[in-house]
């Protein structure tokens, strides 16, 4: 028998069971509430006919039974319709990023410390002149509501580093499901919108090409017009459903396959440069090979736009997998049927230890950012699948600004005479 893996229900008639015993205990509790409710509105009645003792005791248990269907009616609306509906008093009030006593517990929370969190607001724009945080409008039409910017935030980092649910998110920062789902979209589509073309974009970093080319040279490395190093990073996802769990293979199951990891993915070409920061452009289809992605990003275009302009040839490195070209330097490849010669092994194992830099990078986004690597959150056509990703780049992009970079430190250190700043970098 198949396995069930990407089922929307469980095996056999499990559900239905647990469907049926939830609806048991909502019964059961509904009653206790409504005897509880009965019991209060008769104390409240006789309370009131020792003040008032000419009043009729049946009108006393009339009034009573009155008020405890009031209560029964409000209770039912409130507990049975789910918890987004009830009222913002009901939930624990949002935070700020004052609430957190200790820089230690804020940075596990959210992974900045307090000053470098302020840097990237500011950066936002989501500080005012005293340095408070501004009230965003979330919604749209008549369902807009206002939070606080540094709430926001919070929310953004709190779910893209805990892959947990919405209500733990709720637990730490307060606020309804619906308030902080809404928040977590928001920003999502801030970074989205206002920083997806940079993150695409190498001709930023230009300047310090030369700079970059020629430490890497000073440290041993063969060539001398390498900038960085390129590869493909899967985003696995789930499997995508019809209505009612049914299988539709027109919802990019077969494009979003991926025979090499036999898993459905989104494939995001990363270019890691000299510096610690990553270039990101996609999302492709994960059928596709890296190689083909290669031509259809504007990478090489750039680095040949770039080396018109300086006059010097720059290229990135990557793994086996890609086509050499000018501005490209790949692996070397055994031939089919043959081995490699003892000089190309030297050579690839020269060259992996500058480039295993781009997959530890990788490792470190998932670590740091644990949200993406959760599969069964990353819903294509229910969530913001890209987005989530591309939010994840940012923000460790801005992480390496601020506390130096895993590529520095495993070769050495790489420090510029003019150095990217967190204000340069975010001001687009």
């Not at 405890?68 to 789910?82: F, I």
């Not at 957190?100 to 840097?119: A, C, I, N, Q, S």
């Not at 040279?217 to 960085?228: A, F, I, Q």
Request: hydrophobic content about 35%; proline content about 3%; overall charge positive.
């Amino acid at each position: 028998m198949p396995l069930q893996r990407y089922t929307a229900r469980a095996n056999s008639k499990r559900w239905w069971h647990r469907m049926k015993e939830r609806k048991r205990l909502r019964g059961a509790f509904g009653k206790w509430h409504r005897l509880f409710q009965v019991s209060v509105a008769l104390l409240l009645a006789e309370d009131a006919e020792e003040e008032e003792e000419a009043q009729d005791s049946r009108d006393i248990y009339l009034i009573a039974a009155a008020a405890a269907c009031e209560g029964m009616h409000c209770t039912s609306r409130h507990l049975h319709r789910g918890r987004e509906f009830m009222q913002a008093s009901d939930f624990p009030k949002m935070k700020t990023f004052n609430d957190f006593k200790t820089e230690r517990v804020f940075r596990f929370h959210f992974r900045f410390d307090r000053p470098g969190f302020l840097r990237i607001l500011r950066n936002f724009g989501w500080l005012d002149e005293a340095g408070q945080p501004i009230w965003l409008n979330i919604g749209k039409g008549k369902s807009t509501w206002s939070a606080r910017a540094d709430w926001v935030f919070m929310v953004l980092c709190r779910r893209l580093s805990f892959p947990g649910r919405i209500e733990d998110t709720c637990t730490v920062l307060g606020g309804s499901r619906t308030y902080v789902c809404q928040a977590w979209n928001y920003a999502l589509n801030f970074i989205f919108v206002r920083y997806r073309v940079m993150l695409a974009d190498m001709k930023r970093f230009a300047p310090w090409f030369e700079e970059m080319a020629s430490w890497l040279s000073d440290r041993g490395c063969p060539h001398d017009n390498l900038v960085g190093f390129v590869d493909g990073n899967d985003q696995f996802i789930c499997r995508t459903l019809g209505p009612g769990g049914k299988r539709r293979l027109n919802l990019y199951q077969r494009s979003n396959y991926s025979l090499k990891k036999k898993r459905h993915a989104l494939l995001w070409q990363n270019t890691l440069l000299v510096n610690g920061l990553t270039t990101v452009e996609g999302p492709y289809a994960g059928r596709h090979h890296d190689a083909g992605v290669l031509h259809h990003t504007s990478l090489i275009q750039d680095l040949k736009d770039i080396s018109e302009e300086l006059g010097s040839k720059y290229a990135v490195f990557g793994d086996a997998a890609y086509p050499l070209t000018a501005h490209c330097f790949p692996a070397c490849k055994a031939p089919k049927g043959r081995r490699m010669s003892r000089r190309q092994r030297k050579y690839n194992l020269k060259m992996s230890r500058y480039r295993i830099s781009v997959e530890n990078v990788f490792a470190a986004q998932g670590q740091q950012w644990g949200f993406t690597q959760h599969t069964q959150n990353q819903r294509v056509g229910v969530s913001a699948v890209g987005q989530q990703y591309l939010a994840r780049s940012f923000l460790h992009n801005c992480y390496t600004l601020l506390y130096d970079s895993l590529n520095s430190v495993q070769h050495g250190g790489f420090h510029s005479e003019n150095p990217v700043t967190l204000e340069w970098y975010m001001d687009y």
